[in-house]
């Protein structure tokens, strides 16, 4: 009896044991939609012969990922995007574009209103790994496809949405809050790390230790730190007859409330540091110039 007793014991402790763990993971159902609100500001200040120049870039895009097929666990998503607007505080004036105005003369908004509504695919793993993305370059191109491209605001705005919404920006915005899921079941307050890539218009390494702070039935509580850096060396990026090479590094703080069911982020707080330079080069100039810079995002993400 003893025997029994001990034995039964071992195996109540197993149970609240594994119990106690969580598999971080996405498991979301086919034919189901997902949203996704995302609202990010972004502080840029740069110092240019001596002359310091401030910019506020305000971001508002509202998504939804429709699950279309699950095959051999990967997830086929349909995004289409549905609200979206812009907002740029600078010295030489502000602007705000959003794909709700109705103002024929404002071309930049018209822009914006094109994306609304039409689907590209993407697909990803239950770790939320991006292995795929399709229609998006189609997409970005049919936005500007009827505009005056002498415009030197619309030439400016393509290349800023090529680096903002382009595949690429894409894929590394989106696993910032979903590649980040460690492999199998762990504890309260365990620990695991993670590497990836930006492509914020320059490349940026990341570095991340993300922990499992706590959860209960519906709500895990992730948070992560992540050291940033240009690469030592990296392509210079061309701007007409200039060429740029950026020369950065930082960090980002990240906290995510994830749904336990689906795998899903319901929110996501994240605030990313960089300072440094920029090495401005071209025929122009009879030597290069470093343009100091410090850029913060503060980025929200919800359901």
Same mark, same amino acid.
């Given at each position: 009896?003893?025997?029994?007793?001990?034995?039964?014991?071992?195996?109540?402790?197993?149970?609240?044991?594994?119990?106690?763990? /969580?598999?971080?993971? =996405?498991?979301?159902?086919? %034919?189901?939609?997902?949203?996704?609100? *995302?609202?990010? !500001?972004? $502080? +840029?200040?740069?110092?240019?012969?001596?002359?310091?120049?401030?910019?506020?870039?305000?971001?508002?895009?509202?998504?939804?990922?429709?699950?279309?097929?699950?095959?051999?666990?990967?997830?086929?998503?349909?995004?289409?995007?549905?609200?979206?607007?812009?907002?740029?505080?600078?010295?030489?004036?502000?602007?705000?574009?959003?794909?709700?105005?109705?103002?024929?003369?404002?071309? /930049?908004?018209?822009? =914006?209103?094109?994306?609304? %509504?039409?689907?590209?695919?993407?697909? *990803?793993?239950? !770790?939320? $790994? +991006?292995?795929?993305?399709?229609?998006?370059?189609?997409?970005?191109?049919?936005?500007?496809?009827?505009?005056?491209?002498?415009?030197?605001?619309?030439?400016?705005?393509?290349?800023?949405?090529?680096?903002?919404?382009?595949?690429?920006?894409?894929?590394?915005?989106?696993?910032?809050?979903?590649?980040?899921?460690?492999?199998?079941?762990?504890?309260?307050?365990?620990?695991?790390?993670?590497?990836?890539?930006?492509?914020?218009?320059?490349?940026?390494?990341?570095?991340?230790?993300?922990?499992?702070?706590?959860?209960?039935?519906?709500?895990?509580?992730?948070?992560?730190?992540?050291?940033?850096?240009?690469?030592?060396?990296?392509?210079?990026?061309?701007?007409?007859?200039?060429?740029?090479?950026?020369?950065?590094?930082?960090?980002?703080?990240?906290?995510?409330?994830?749904?336990?069911?689906?795998?899903?982020?319901?929110?996501?707080?994240?605030?990313?540091?960089?300072?440094?330079?920029?090495?401005?080069?071209?025929?122009?100039?009879?030597?290069?110039?470093?343009?100091?810079?410090?850029?913060?995002?503060?980025?929200?993400?919800?359901?």
């Amino acid at each position: 009896m003893k025997k029994l007793i001990f034995l039964f014991a071992i195996l109540f402790a197993v149970q609240i044991s594994f119990a106690k763990k /969580l598999d971080l993971k =996405l498991n979301l159902e086919k %034919g189901e939609t997902y949203k996704q609100i *995302m609202v990010s !500001k972004t $502080k +840029v200040a740069q110092e240019v012969m001596g002359q310091k120049i401030d910019i506020l870039i305000t971001m508002h895009c509202t998504s939804s990922f429709k699950v279309v097929d699950i095959v051999d666990g990967n997830f086929k998503l349909e995004i289409c995007y549905d609200e979206m607007s812009m907002d740029m505080k600078m010295p030489q004036g502000n602007q705000s574009f959003s794909s709700e105005s109705n103002d024929e003369s404002d071309p /930049l908004s018209a822009v =914006l209103s094109k994306i609304i %509504g039409k689907k590209f695919s993407m697909t *990803m793993t239950e !770790k939320g $790994k +991006v292995l795929e993305i399709e229609g998006m370059s189609e997409l970005m191109t049919s936005m500007f496809d009827d505009v005056e491209h002498s415009n030197p605001q619309i030439e400016q705005m393509k290349q800023q949405f090529e680096q903002a919404f382009g595949e690429d920006a894409f894929k590394n915005s989106f696993e910032k809050t979903t590649a980040i899921y460690p492999e199998g079941k762990i504890k309260k307050g365990a620990e695991w790390e993670s590497e990836s890539n930006q492509n914020m218009g320059f490349t940026i390494n990341s570095k991340s230790t993300y922990k499992l702070v706590d959860f209960d039935k519906s709500v895990a509580n992730v948070t992560g730190t992540s050291l940033l850096a240009t690469p030592e060396v990296s392509a210079a990026i061309e701007m007409g007859p200039m060429k740029m090479e950026y020369q950065l590094s930082g960090e980002m703080k990240t906290n995510m409330k994830i749904d336990r069911k689906t795998g899903w982020v319901k929110e996501a707080k994240m605030t990313q540091k960089l300072e440094g330079e920029i090495l401005m080069s071209g025929d122009n100039l009879p030597e290069a110039m470093k343009l100091p810079m410090k850029m913060q995002s503060d980025i929200m993400i919800t359901e």
